[in-house]
């Protein structure tokens, strides 16, 4: 089993998760000084170059990809550099998956490849990708289409919403760094006529998603997308009370405009996941909360 990216955020519990199960696990990441999971083999290098790629894959027998730029305000200022090292990565997996007749894919892919589409967020609804991170996820699903036409070699795209929990860079860690430094809490979204509207998102655990990450692996190959996500919309300003009622802080809390390459709202239709992988997310929000905000507390006294 190899997995690309495996130090990262979601690699390293997918990671642990196929260890777990008696999996032998090879890692392809870039990462330097982070420490590596008991028990796998880590290989350093980047998967964009495809001699290091090819020669890590040699002898798995399925692929998870979880190696992306994924920061949606990064990859509007640096389009060409996230396209290029996503889109790459992706096409090199690919390809050395049909040279060495690797017929079993994952793709990390996002629920950004959806862009405003009206929710609830369907496999099928249209995708709209609004920002260049969405729509490099979008071109490496396209690309497991042809591939699978053409060379038979099945991809199970994965598309996460919003994954929080203990190491993420996202909004939940913003907003508790936030409230131990007394910052005030900034909630964006959009006035509407006169009165402001919070951007509400679908939230989902990092443990939850490697999980869902780990049963894919077990579907019979095929080109199938299957949303992970919590499958309900809340309120990033109702995140941001719950982190203040878990730290029992009182902070200011300020509303500013959403870019305009982010969607107001986004939640999933998750019934595939139910269905096709036996999965539904294990974690409330509340729970996700409360075990980041303890995580960090120790993190902080260490």
Known sequence: MLVVGGL?????????ELLAR????????????????????????DATDFSTLYDTMRGAEAVVNLAAYINVEESVSRPQEYLRNNVTTH?????????LGVERII????????????????????????????LSKLICEQLSDAYHRGY????????????????????????????????????????????????SRDFVYVGD??????????????????????GSAVSVDKLARMVLESLGEEVEIVFAELAPHEPLTSWAD????????????????????????EWFGEKMRG
Do not use: C, H
């Open 107 to 134: 793709l990390a892919s996002s629920a950004a490849v959806y862009g405003d589409a009206q929710p609830p967020l369907r496999e099928e609804s249209e995708k709209r990708p609004v920002n260049p991170y969405g």
């Open 270 to 293: 998750i019934s595939r996941a139910k269905q096709i992988l036996g999965w539904e997310p294990k974690t409330p929000l509340a729970m996700v909360v409360k075990k980041y905000v």
């Open 152 to 199: 038979g070699i099945g991809t199970i795209v994965l598309r996460y919403f919003n994954v929080l929990g203990e190491g993420g860079r996202n909004v939940l860690k913003i907003f508790v760094e936030n409230v131990f430094n007394r910052r005030p809490l900034t909630v964006r979204g959009r006035w509407i006529g006169g009165v402001f509207t919070p951007a």
């Open 91 to 99: 096409l090199n997996v690919l390809e050395a998956a049909r040279r």
């Open 209 to 230: 998603v490697a999980e869902a990450t780990v049963k894919a692996l077990s579907v019979e190959p095929r080109m199938v997308s299957i949303n992970i996500a919590g």
């Open 8 to 16: 990262g955020y979601i690699g390293r519990r997918v990671v642990e």
């Open 22 to 45: 008696g999996e032998d696990v090879k890692v392809l990441d870039r990462a330097r000084n982070v420490k590596t999971p008991q028990g796998a083999t880590v290989v350093k290098g």
